[in-house]
């Protein structure tokens, strides 16, 4: 089974993720802030995490550049979640070195399909 | 004054009476007229010159000229004084220098000096016309003043102008800053409103009643229309400040409008409005494609939005030239003649005759307008009320490489 960590400083956003997710049938972790999602990076090793990059203590963004020093997490499939919607934002997402990109409010069916895209395409 | 005087020992009557209008005429110039000796001492001289130095005829003739002249350049007056005499020609004094006089109470005052040459019996005199510009240089003095103070008061007002751009350079950037913020606080609850909702609606997590699935569906509708406002007040202001910037390139356009009228099909559905694409351009568009979809989405959904119940919404497309004709049409209330100009500024809603139909930000049209013109577009909108409505858009062909 799968194992997804979500990294999400808003405790209603985790549990709606979680939610989504493991009735997809992957197991979830969570993570409350960017250093927690760092350490839980690095310990439980999860085949995909969702960032959310405006998080306390680290930023997604330092938390991406932290996990892809570590080569076990160069190819990991990492996908930034913003609440931002200013333009470029995406594009400097992905030229950081994230694999995906999802605008909150993100439709659902849009996060099933990326989550499973990119596990696929690690596969 | 370089006239020879004419007068000689043993005049006659006749030009005696020459002599005395010649005389008259030095008396009449209103600068100082001097002649001088080669020893420098004044031999002939005018009223104006009594007037203007202060020493009475009788004290002046035999007077060195050098007594004229302030203290410190006597010196040097003499020297000049002989250099003239190797070159004697007319012409001005001093040229390029401040030259001042003396009065015999010592006063000093500006003054312009031409000198001219006079041969009597092989030596040479020199004839000095000698003008008081006191007057003058207090007006250029008063006008350099004046200019000073004026361009001390320009150079205060270009520096307030300057801290007032500053300031409104800040208010700008602070303004965008906020709303960032401020679209990233809304956001963060609206991703669960809407996402708990979908949740609800899909029932995965126990079936719903009629009753309840109907508010669900309530709470995510307006949950979403929420976000488009939010989205519309983000654009304007991205707008606004020249932040908005197109993303080319080459998509399906066809594809594109099938898209869009996906996103619309089931509001029109709702209300049994006909949807039908009558595109007949298939080639590729190099365009923003994100920003296309807007475009036309607003369009349908205001042409959907202000049609009755069985009423026909379509889109129309083809090429013209160098150019892509886009219309969106409808059957739907239309907008009275003197309300079309005005539909495309901000935050304009058509009054009463939209039958109680407000709802929006009045953001929609502006906005698309600005995205068709920033893709070289013209937009206009052609309407007849109770038939329905038309906005023609121009979009100019682009190619890929030459943008």
Known sequence: ?123 | MTHQDPNSQGAARHESSLESRYRKLLHAVPDAILEVDQEGRITILNEAAERMFGYTRAEFLGLKVESLVPAAMRSGHVKHRSSYAAHPNTRPMGTGLELQGQRKDGSLFPVEISLSPNWIEGSLHVIASVRDISERKAVENRIRVLREQYTAELTMKNEQLEARNQEVERANRLKTEFLASMSHELRTPLHTIIGFSELMAEQLEGPLTEKQQRFVGHILQDARHLLELINEVLDISKIESGRLELKRESFDFNACVEEVMAGIRHQAATKNIELENRNAFHDSLYADRVRLKEILYNLLNNAVKFTPEKGRVWIEAARQDDALHISVCDTGIGIPEKEQPSIFEKFYQVGDTTGGIREGTGLGLPITKHLVELHGGTISVASQPGKGSSFRMVFPLIQEQAA
């Open chain 1, 1 to 123: 089974m799968k194992k997804i960590l979500i990294a999400d400083d808003k405790a209603t956003s985790r549990e709606l993720l979680r939610t989504v997710l493991e009735r997809q049938g992957y197991v979830v972790m969570e993570a409350a802030d960017g250093e927690e999602a760092l350490q839980k990076a690095l310990a439980e090793l999860p085949d995909l995490i969702l960032l959310d990059l405006q998080m306390p203590r680290r930023t997604g963004y330092e938390v991406l550049g932290e996990l892809r020093k570590d080569p076990r997490h160069a190819a990991l499939p990492i996908i930034a979640l913003t609440a931002s919607a200013m333009q470029g934002d995406r594009e400097r997402a992905l030229a950081a070195g994230f694999t995906g990109y999802l605008a909150k409010p993100v439709p659902l069916a849009h996060l099933r399909e990326e989550v499973q895209r990119l596990l696929q395409t690690k596969e």
